[in-house]
């Protein structure tokens, strides 16, 4: 992967000459859908379904806006104008960030149509969060031809930072 200026812009590409997909912000965006979920919970009773949807949903855009934000500030300190072909490449490769949260959020809407319960809601919402971040892993390092050892090793990382971000859901709201 390099890094190079078209129309005067910073843009990430793969050695075959595509733009990069931002796997980073992927693995980031499920890891901070689980800890809303989990902060959602603190007390004896999970957050009820709906807002948990409303919360992970708002919580990954403002956070993408804040990356969003924090690429243009670090692409203006090395000189790149900020102009609208800047903003969109910069939103597009922080967007991943942000899709990160639809499927839980999604999970914690399907469970409130099953009219199933918030604490079902809130688990299935966190096991889909913690299998994304684990998936997105994965994805990223078979798109990087990674041997098997560092893709499982990378995969059982993610799924221990998983497994504390359970621990503290148990801990926390039970």
């Known amino acids: 992967m390099d890094e190079r200026r078209v129309d ?12 990069r997909a931002d796997y980073a912000g992927a693995v980031y965006g499920s890891l901070l859908a ?7 919970s603190p007390r004896r009773e999970p957050a009820p379904a709906l807002e948990l949807v409303v919360l992970l949903l708002a919580t990954g855009l403002v956070f993408w806006l804040a990356h969003v934000y924090a690429g243009l500030a670090g692409d ?8 609208w072909p800047e903003l969109s490449s910069v939103g597009r490769r922080e967007w991943p960030l942000a899709q990160a949260a639809i499927p839980p959020a999604v999970a ?6 099953a009219d199933l319960s ?3 809601a809130s688990w299935t919402a966190l096991l889909v969060a913690l299998g994304g971040q684990v998936g997105w892993t994965v994805a990223a390092g078979r ?5 098997i ?7 059982a990382v993610n799924l221990l930072l998983g497994v504390l971000i359970v621990v503290l859901k148990v801990t926390l709201a039970h």
């Open 8 to 19: 005067g812009q910073r843009v990430a590409f793969e050695l075959g000459g595509r733009e």
């Open 108 to 113: 914690a809407a399907l469970c409130w149509v």
């Open 34 to 40: 689980a800890s809303v979920i989990v902060g959602a």
């Open 76 to 83: 203006r300190q090395h000189g790149l104008r900020m102009n």
């Open 143 to 147: 798109r990087a031809n990674a041997t």
């Open 149 to 155: 050892y560092l893709i499982v090793v990378s995969g």
């Open 118 to 120: 918030d604490s079902v």
